[in-house]
């Protein structure tokens, strides 16, 4: 099906865009201030450099599929989605210059409010969450006189392409995602893509902005984690391809979505100590791994958060349940939870904690030792059941993703208060007095 698509900004992602939706048969209108950039579209040509670009531009223009002008107005009356691509660069504090977004909706919204008939915007910038919210929409509703969600849509539809190898990424995209205000807005965006073999994600338009910030800052985070790793490797006299190569092989645990839920801090007997003996031989090495030096500072911040969380709840009553470092196992060295109850202890709260398989490890096995000579002070608290530290708290905090801990929300009296660290499936039964770590 085509579809008549005006195209804000030709820059990479703008020009790009603009040359693959025509080459996809759709009516397309790009439109930029540059007259320069409108001049080379106009004839034919691709104002950025980029691999293939310049054959589906000469093509789709010669074919009149693609035409570009300076006018919004006109592009507008001509169009029943506005596909925005305007640049969104740091100002010098970090921040995100939106204001070339800023005029841009102003400018569309001015067009819309001389036409009729309903029109999609679509962001395709890289915006921060919150943007269409508090600015996009505010602008768009001002400057058009007319509601989003009745005469307008909107989408946020973040851009995947790599400088480059543009045009194949267009095509090739790892997903799409489509973040829509209603359903007929991404149903209009979710078509321009239908000949692209690609996961269709269609969510919330929050989730759409917050999701492209999450992906770069990852893969900004796996090339830093990537080079500091080769840098330690070959002080050693390693070869730091030869070790990625095999760390890549594994897709269970190092490229998969194991470790990647938003929760509570991580502990037990491995990780901890492996990744402090990995920075200080860095350090003896002379080497600065600022990244790998993050790691034990960041996960101290999440004990300090779950802290500041429970006292901010201003309970005195306490219960725990789950408090080994993840379910299924009786391993309490460090345990975050441990650390978070020690504290707890320590500003004068009451404590009651369960955890099967610690209860069971203290009355035998190889951490009864552990439980009762290096912690006595936790054993002292632990209850016999799931129940008794029900009975006891005001506040509950689920300490690990144990099943049976699935079901306390339904088991909780009016006046109790989850504090999840883990996510337990029931949490949003009892929304207004259940509150998760990070979500
Ligand atoms: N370049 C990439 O690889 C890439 C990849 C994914 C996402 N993004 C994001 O996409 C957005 C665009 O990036 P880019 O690299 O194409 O930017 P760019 O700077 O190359 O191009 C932006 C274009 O917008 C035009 N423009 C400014 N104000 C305008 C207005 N009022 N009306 C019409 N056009 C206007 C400018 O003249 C310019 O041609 C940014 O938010 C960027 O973060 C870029």
Redesign the pocket.
């Known amino acids: 099906m085509s579809s008549r698509i005006s195209i804000?900004?030709?820059?990479?992602?703008?020009?790009v865009s603009a040359a693959c939706f025509a080459a996809e048969g759709n009516h397309v209108v790009g439109?930029?201030?540059?007259e320069v950039?409108v001049e080379m579209i106009n004839s034919g040509k691709a104002?950025?450099i980029e691999a293939d670009l310049p054959d589906l531009i000469r093509d789709a223009v010669s074919e009149g599929r693609l035409r570009a002008t300076m006018e919004?107005e006109e592009a507008i009356a001509d169009t029943d989605v506005t596909v925005v691509?305007?640049?969104?660069?740091s100002q010098p504090n970090g921040s995100l210059d939106l204001s070339?977004v800023a005029?841009?909706c102003t400018?569309i919204g001015a067009a819309l409010r001389k036409k009729s008939g309903y029109h999609v915007v679509v962001i395709?910038?890289?915006?921060l969450p919150g943007t269409l919210r508090e600015l996009v929409i505010p602008t768009l509703e001002e400057a058009s006189g007319k509601t989003i969600g009745a005469e307008i849509g909107l989408s946020m539809n973040?851009?995947?392409?790599?400088?480059s190898t543009?045009v194949k990424d267009f095509y090739n995209p790892p997903k799409t995602v489509v973040g829509a205000i209603d359903e007929r807005s991404g149903k209009v965006v979710a078509d321009l893509y239908a000949g692209i073999d690609a996961p269709l994600i269609i969510t919330g338009i929050d989730v759409a902005e917050a999701v492209?910030y999450t992906d770069n800052a990852w893969h900004a985070l796996k090339i830093a984690f990537a080079n500091e790793i080769g840098n330690v490797c070959k002080s050693l006299d390693i070869d730091s391809h030869k070790v990625m190569d095999i760390f890549c092989q594994d897709t269970k645990l190092n490229l998969s979505p194991y470790y990647l839920k938003p929760g509570f801090a991580f502990g037990g007997s491995c990780l901890p100590k492996d990744v402090r003996a990995l920075t200080y031989k860095a350090r003896s090495l002379d080497l600065s791994v600022p990244v790998l030096d993050s790691i034990m500072p960041s996960n101290d911040r999440q004990v300090e958060r779950a802290l500041n969380m429970v006292t901010a709840k201003g309970f005195k009553r306490i219960g725990v349940l789950g408090f080994s470092f993840k379910a299924g196992t009786d391993d309490l060295r460090e345990s975050p939870i441990v650390e978070l109850i020690e504290r707890l202890i320590g500003k004068g709260y009451e404590l009651r904690l369960f955890d099967r398989n610690v209860n069971l490890a203290r009355l035998m096995g190889a951490n009864r030792e552990y439980i009762l000579k290096v912690i006595p002070h936790i054993s002292r608290l632990m209850a016999d059941g799931m129940q008794e530290v029900l009975d006891h708290g005001e506040l509950i905090i689920i300490g690990n993703g144990d099943p049976d801990f699935h079901s306390v929300t339904q088991r909780l009296r009016p006046d109790q208060t989850v504090l999840d660290l883990v996510r337990v499936p029931e949490g949003e039964a009892i929304k207004e007095r259940y509150d998760g770590i990070n979500w």
């Open positions: 804000f900004g030709l820059g990479y992602v703008g020009t439109v930029d201030p540059q950039k104002p950025v919004a691509c305007v640049g969104t660069p070339h005029q841009v400018e395709r910038s890289t915006v973040p851009e995947f392409l790599r400088e543009a492209k």
